[in-house]
């Protein structure tokens, strides 16, 4: 791994990408410098925070298919996080709502359950808070709170249907074993809509990427809700509960909210007010992989922009790319279909045959006809930021 | 209350536990109420958050976080500590423009 200075000198001298981009500096992140660090088993990652750690994936390491697990984003509200020795782990399931409580260890969810897969990003709801304008106060993230990984484990609506829904259920409460500091700290808790619990995709998820889950992604069992931002996605997961009323914790009442009616996406209305409601589905959204802005091309060079498109499991149907300022927009190639709740990649041939400043932007489209908006709606935690990606590029 | 005393503890050892390596080189700004910020702030949570949001910060935003740690989250501060720290955030650490 280049340190951080070697990166900067890269920088520095102008490069074009082969695998020597920088992921520090503020023209990636237009925010403040940034220090790569190493967390144990995982590859030196942007460092947001230390405890909670929280952890950015740097861009170059976006630009493989599936996000290598050890350069996965790490995010953690509450900064004691227990080393769960896999075979002592219990995950109870119950509730009010639950007609049989059971509790589960990992060799009955191997052996009870119809093992799935499915490839799916994983996006922080906050995910580029640090390019939001005007800013919004939280971890500063870039582009690299987010990752696509290939799932493994057993649906969840198995576990809850073995456990008995009870009539009258509306929400099912997910803890896992990270802890607060404090006793007076809400603890980590969240939930999701009953029909949304019981959905084909949502996964109690024990491997990534055929591997056991790394610890610092949610080992040995982390919720895995596709579509939906990683909020819900709960970690170290060592508690299931079906209720019968909505879930009334800090963590589903007053944060992850974004004013009511001003986005797209599923409505979580139990959870709903007149002012704001949860978060949930991801927005249809983009990344350029390839450059970063001030990169410089030879004049009749071969090259290619290259990045992912994703959104809340629509699925892509297209990425256009504008040479001209948004006025005209060409359709990039896109490459191997992952599955809808997966990103895409994208790629598009860059016209390099004049010298001079060229600016570059891009737009995914899903199945569902939605675009990437041109202008930011702006709320109070800086969520939901997909607005059209621009670069500038120098041919010389 | 005995046993919560003794609750309380365990669980302050398992944050000490967990305090990433590195997280002691950063010293907030020699100013007036820095070691009372240090203090309070570093029970539940590294530093580096403060730095990090401070180009996003001017007062106001500093006292409603402040508000949000003692009123939320249950950081433990009297009313005088809190606006001390306030007063340091403000002063050291409110760089929005």
Known sequence: MATRRELLRVAAGGWLLTGALPAAGAAATGGAPEDLEALPGKKPLIRRAWRPPNFETPLESLVPEFTRNEEFFVRYHLAVIPEIDADTWRLQVGGAGAQRPLTLTLRDLRRDYKRVKVAAVNQCSGNRRGLFKPRAAGVQWGNGAMGNAEWGGVRLRDVLNRAGIAAGAVEVVFNGADMPVLAATPDFLKSLPIERALDENVLIATEMNGHPLPHWNGAPARLVVPGWTGTYWVKHLTEIRIETTPFEGFWMKSAYRIPTGKFPGYRFRTQETAETTPITEILVNSLITSHVSGAQLKRGAHVELAGKAWDGGAGIAAVEISADGRRSWQTAVLGRDLGRFAWREFRYRIDTSTSGALDLSVRARSRDGATQPETLTVNPSGYHDNIVQAVRLEVT | ?97
């Open chain 2, 1 to 97: 209350m005995k046993g919560r005393m003794a609750a309380a503890c365990l669980v302050l050892a398992a944050a000490a536990l967990a305090a990433r390596a590195g997280e002691e080189t950063l010293r907030l700004k020699d100013a007036p109420g820095r070691d009372l910020t240090q203090g309070r702030c570093a029970v539940c949570h590294s530093l580096d958050y403060i730095p990090a949001n401070a180009p996003v910060m001017d007062r106001a935003g500093w006292g409603k976080t402040v508000q949000k740690m003692r009123d939320r989250f249950g950081a433990p501060m009297t009313d005088a500590e809190a606006q001390q720290i306030l007063d340091y955030l403000a002063a050291n650490y409110a760089d929005k423009s």
